[in-house]
């Protein structure tokens, strides 16, 4: 994969620096990992821009915001499953979280290929996400009563939006800006809009959203 604004070489010491630089908490050999396991967490990352439409396959900008926010996720989620590194993984948590003002812990296991528009704001609890989940500014996934939602395949999180308790979210479901699914599913394929009394209303696209936003869907 090409690495746009940085030679791939220095990849892994600027995360380094980064960390040290706002963790100075001293040596930590855990640190290392991050070479180790450098080339999964681009893989994983290049799988994924591939089928971004707006995104150029085979191509990573390091000053891109949220595809970088994306490899951060990435690194930290993989070295987590390898080596079950609670350090390196929670500095790299909180980079993510002070570069690009997301809370995404790197137990979550979010899919293959995802999308996010803008970071700031987003808070996503651990909860089960299906494959191409598109996320906006201030979208929240969140527990209730210890019940997480289900989010299957396609679903799109517009700007303020909320999933919250024990709901499931139904394949290609689009949670319009500003509406909160709280403790029940949605409709397949439909547009979820706030409805009087706090309701829902489910409405047909006027066309298939999702493929505005990836490639082979």
Known sequence: MNIINLERSRL???????ITQFFPTGEDPELGLID????????????????????????FDVLHSSQYCIFLYYLSNTIWRRERARSVCSKLFLLNKMLNAIDCFYEIE???????GHSVGIVLAKATYGNHLVLYQNSTVGKNHGEAPVLEDGVILYPNTAIIGGC???SRSVIAQG??????????GRIAYQGAGGGLVFKAPGHDILSDFFRDV
């Open 179 to 188: 509406v909160s699914v709280i403790s029940r599913d949605t409709e397949a």
């Open 36 to 59: 180790v396991h450098l080339d999964e967490a681009l893989g994983r990352l290049e799988r994924c821009i591939a089928q971004v439409r707006m995104w150029t396959p085979g191509q």
């Open 168 to 170: 499931r979210v139904r």
């Open 12 to 18: 892994a010491a600027y995360v380094r620096t980064q």
């Open 110 to 116: 979010l899919p293959e290929v995802f999308f996010i």
